[in-house]
């Protein structure tokens, strides 16, 4: 007979767990410090509810983006390191095809996508988690375009210019903020997801060959 | 002014006092800071404010660092054609519109002080003198906003050359007729495209952008580009500005 912890099967290694959480503590100080950035000259006819916001005053804002765009990018960097030189990016948010991703979104919206081994990801989620990391590399260059419009004009460049920069910079914030949210929500949905994010580990799935 | 603007803007902005800005800072820097410290800092009682705007500002420090090593004496800031320029162009300052300052161009003179050779006070005329330069670049502000404008003036290197700065200084610091004052990093001063200007849209530099001059540096932020000058400072002293004092990233570089 198997011991207990056989039962346990690690699917978040290490690398993933920490730098999940680094990100995502660094991309709630970018995303609150922005908006109060935002709130100085706003692009569009709204301001961000100051309560929301991070920093206080433009400067203290500008603190903040620039001391986390460091954790940020860095902790980034690292991760993708990580994750092309181990395999495990392509192991688990490859394959992904529009058709696969459009049947679990439907099936998610029934309540019905199956999450029973929550060691491979659905297409649903592949498809979140690349558009996550794809934002989070468009914010980076298009937050370097508007840093230095005239050291890396040929980056800025790219963008148009820096106005150009500035909004591609607040779409990009604004499909992260969403992606998170409904990241959030299907955790909150289903809630044993939350602790394998913090131990790595989850139960064996019956049948399951180790 | 609309209202809108007038509500984005810092109360010192609308105000025009240090001391409000300064007072303002410290209490929303406060405010902020509890939801920082709440998000992060768990366990952490408000003591650990000044901790974290110690780490702030020193991560402030080391951004000036890499943006110095970022920083290339020959990238030029891109030129726009005349048909592209701003118009009307934004006024700013730490003040509103209606408090400009009036200098009288007879009795102006501009000082110069610290490590420099000769000394001699500059009237306007000699100033406008001095050989001439244009550029139509974009000014980009702190704030986000962005507007292109042609400034005219003579290139600052040449003047510093001129007067015998010593120019392996480290910072050039600015003093201004409205009491605002900044500095910049000796490599930014001898950039080409750094100008002392007395001319906005080939007109003399109207009261509101700064008259009778303005050093124009289109490789840095608009508060780091300083109006109404009358002296200037050769050191190797950081001489800080109005705006660094209070949190700004001194380097500001574009």
């Known amino acids: 007979m198997a011991k207990a912890a056989d039962e346990w099967l690690i699917i978040h290694p290490g690398v993933v767990r920490i730098t999940h959480w680094i990100n995502a503590l660094a991309i709630f100080v970018m995303v609150a410090s922005g908006w109060r950035i935002y709130n100085a000259?706003?692009?569009?006819?709204?301001?961000?509810?100051?309560?929301?916001?991070?920093?206080?005053?433009?400067?203290?804002?500008?603190?903040?983006?620039?001391?986390?765009?460091?954790v940020l990018a860095l902790n980034g960097l690292f991760y993708l390191s990580y994750g092309l030189l181990s395999g495990h990016l392509l192991r688990k948010l490859l394959p992904i095809t529009p058709a696969a991703i459009f049947r679990d979104i439907k099936?998610?919206?029934?309540?019905?996508?199956?999450?029973?081994?929550?060691?491979?990801?659905?297409?649903?989620?592949r498809a979140a988690y690349l558009a996550i990391i794809a934002a989070i590399i468009l914010l980076v260059f298009s937050g370097l375009a508007i840093w230095k419009p005239v050291q890396l004009q040929e980056l800025t460049l790219l963008f148009g210019d820096?106005?150009?920069?500035?909004?591609?910079?607040?779409?990009?914030?604004?499909?992260?903020?969403?992606?998170?949210?409904?990241?959030?929500?299907?955790?909150?949905?289903?809630?044993?997801?939350?602790p394998t994010m913090i131990t790595g580990r989850m139960r064996k799935p019956a049948g399951r060959m180790s | 002014m609309n209202k809108s603007d007038w509500l984005k803007r810092p109360l010192a902005e609308t105000f025009?006092?240090?001391?409000?800005?300064?007072?303002?800072?410290?209490?929303?820097?406060?405010?902020?800071?509890s939801l920082g410290a709440l998000a992060m800092l768990g366990g952490c009682d408000v003591s650990s404010d000044e901790a974290v705007e110690k780490v702030l500002w020193s991560m402030s420090r080391w951004n000036d660092d890499v943006q110095a090593k970022l920083f290339s004496g020959d990238k030029l800031a891109i030129q726009y054609p005349e048909s592209s320029i701003t118009n009307p162009f934004p006024f700013n300052a730490y003040y509103g519109e209606d408090e400009v300052r009036i200098v009288d161009p007879a009795s102006y003179k501009l000082e110069l002080g610290g490590l420099i050779r000769e000394r001699k006070p500059w009237t306007l005329p000699e100033l406008y003198a001095l050989p001439q330069a244009s550029?139509?670049?974009?000014?980009?502000?702190?704030?986000?906003?962005?507007?292109?404008?042609?400034?005219?003036?003579?290139?600052?290197?040449?003047?510093?050359?001129?007067?015998?700065?010593?120019?392996?200084?480290?910072?050039?610091?600015?003093?201004?007729?409205?009491?605002?004052?900044?500095?910049?990093?000796m490599a930014t001063a001898l950039h080409p495209q750094t100008l002392l200007t007395f001319r906005f849209a080939d007109q003399i530099l109207p009261a509101q952008y700064g008259f009778p001059m303005k050093l124009r540096v289109p490789t840095k932020l608009g508060f780091k580009n300083p109006k109404h000058i009358v002296a200037i400072d050769v050191t190797n002293t950081y001489p800080g500005g109005y705006w660094e004092d209070q949190g700004y990233n001194w380097f500001s570089g574009s």
């Open chain 1, 162 to 194: 820096y106005e150009g920069a500035r909004i591609v910079h607040f779409v990009a914030m604004a499909v992260l903020v969403l992606i998170v949210l409904v990241h959030i929500v299907m955790v909150a949905l289903v809630p044993r997801t939350l």
């Open chain 2, 16 to 33: 025009g006092t240090a001391t409000v800005a300064k007072v303002e800072r410290r209490l929303f820097l406060r405010k902020s800071l």
């Open chain 1, 41 to 70: 000259a706003p692009i569009w006819n709204f301001l961000f509810p100051r309560e929301l916001t991070l920093g206080g005053w433009l400067g203290g804002a500008l603190q903040w983006h620039f001391a986390a765009m460091w």
């Open chain 2, 135 to 185: 550029q139509v670049t974009r000014h980009i502000c702190v704030e986000g906003w962005s507007a292109i404008g042609k400034w005219s003036g003579t290139p600052f290197r040449a003047f510093l050359e001129r007067v015998g700065a010593d120019t392996t200084a480290k910072y050039v610091g600015f003093k201004c007729a409205d009491d605002y004052f900044t500095s910049i990093d």
């Open chain 1, 107 to 125: 099936e998610a919206l029934h309540g019905k996508l199956a999450h029973e081994d929550l060691s491979v990801y659905n297409a649903a989620q």
